[in-house]
């Protein structure tokens, strides 16, 4: 069951965060919203029904992710679920070599779901409970072109999920991968080429609800259910 449950939810100023915000949250859930954009958590947090905790953090940084739990355990007692959803998306060719954008989805796609993991996974570990659930992308099983660091990065998550579930039998470990969804990650897109090809990607594409309720449904089994993967694309797509 949801309700009363606290949930940390990372990159959760807008997009696929502010709908698992919203969706938990109507669910009964105690939601601790996690951003750098302070003021658009706290705009999500005002129209939230239940309990919420706003808490700005970078997951890049280890230190304030470790805060960012301690924020929680200090509100509401414990975590019992981390939605780890923050993630960039700036699309190139390899041989564009953009470096600073490489290193930007390095940090954010996989240090901040790592970063994520290990402020809960201490605390889940001696309770003998709770579950992770990471948000990753159909580029965790597929690669694509101008896609390919972008990919190499969901891929990672996607091991990372495989990982824990062999490391923790009593954890529930829950990955998800959207297909396309309306969001702020193409306004990372830098190279034409690539900004042209998502537009036409783009054109079959969920709304962040979708995704949202595929959280809710991996949240929302008993105990000793795990919801391993759950792929979620348009009807349309080919």
Request: proline share 4%; glycine share 6%; with cysteine.
């Amino acid at each position: 069951m949801i309700k009363n449950k606290v949930v940390l939810i990372t990159g959760a100023s807008s997009g696929i965060g502010a709908a698992i915000a919203q969706e938990l949250s109507e669910a009964g859930a105690k939601v601790v919203l996690g951003a750098r954009r302070a003021d658009r958590l706290e705009q999500l947090a005002a129209s939230l029904p239940g309990e919420v905790l706003v808490h700005p953090v970078d997951v890049t940084d280890r230190d304030a992710m470790r805060r960012f739990a301690n924020a929680a355990r200090a509100r509401f007692g414990a975590v019992d679920v981390i939605v780890n959803n923050a993630g960039l998306m700036p699309l190139s060719r390899v041989d564009a070599l953009k470096f600073d954008e490489w290193d930007r989805m390095i940090d954010v796609n996989i240090r901040g779901v790592l970063n994520g993991v290990a402020a809960v996974l201490p605390e889940m570990v001696t309770a003998g409970k709770g579950q992770i659930i990471n948000i990753a992308s159909i580029a965790s099983l597929h690669v694509f072109p101008m896609a390919t660091v972008y990919c190499a990065t969901k891929y990672a998550v996607h091991a990372i999920c495989e990982g824990l579930r062999q490391e923790h039998s009593n954890l529930r470990i829950s990955c998800i991968y959207p297909g396309v969804v309306e969001s702020e990650l193409a306004e990372h897109i830098t190279d034409p080429e690539a900004i042209e090809a998502m537009r036409l990607f783009r054109q079959t594409a969920l709304k962040p609800a979708a995704i949202a309720r595929a959280v809710r449904y991996a949240i929302d089994q008993p105990d000793d259910v795990d919801v391993n993967d759950i792929v979620v694309r348009p009807t349309a797509a080919t």
